[in-house]
């Protein structure tokens, strides 16, 4: 009667953990932006910066440097940034590419996400960057 009923159980349980680790998966939440996005304009690119505001740096050198400005005054500047993030799965559009930043790092004021466009048969070079929450957007890299 105790291992039938020490069985039961277990099964139970089982049951019961095949179904948490199966069918609750976490809660993934979705990034809403409510101001419109900053528009920079580097020659042949545009930055969109969402819900980043002024004070947002990053640490060239052992000095923080506000992003926008560092993009402006620096002509490797794209290039800095993606050394310095960790390069993520992004969409499967032949070229767009997602970075984020590594928690442990220094590098940033507060943690990113930086799209880069290059669509294969598209025309933009968009770039987006806003907090870690943001994600690729279906009107993203058109």
Excluded: H
Aim: glycine residues 4%; hydrophobic residues 35%; aromatic residues 12%.
């Amino acid at each position: 009667m105790k291992k039938l009923l020490l069985c039961t159980a277990l099964i139970f349980l089982i049951v019961i953990g095949i179904k948490i680790w199966v069918y609750e998966k976490p809660e993934s939440k979705e990034f809403f932006c409510d101001e419109e996005p900053i528009i920079l304009d580097l020659e042949s690119r545009k930055v969109y910066f969402y819900c980043i505001d002024d004070e947002f740096t990053v640490n060239i050198s052992n000095q923080a440097i506000p992003i926008k400005e560092f993009l402006l005054s620096n002509e490797n500047a794209l290039s800095i940034l993606e050394e310095n993030l960790q390069k993520e799965e992004g969409p499967s559009d032949g070229g767009t590419q997602i970075y984020k930043s590594i928690k442990t790092s220094d590098f940033t004021s507060e943690l990113i996400t930086y799209i880069r466009c290059n669509r294969l048969g598209g025309s933009t070079t968009d770039i987006y960057i806003g907090p870690i929450e943001l994600t690729y957007q279906s009107d993203f890299c058109i």
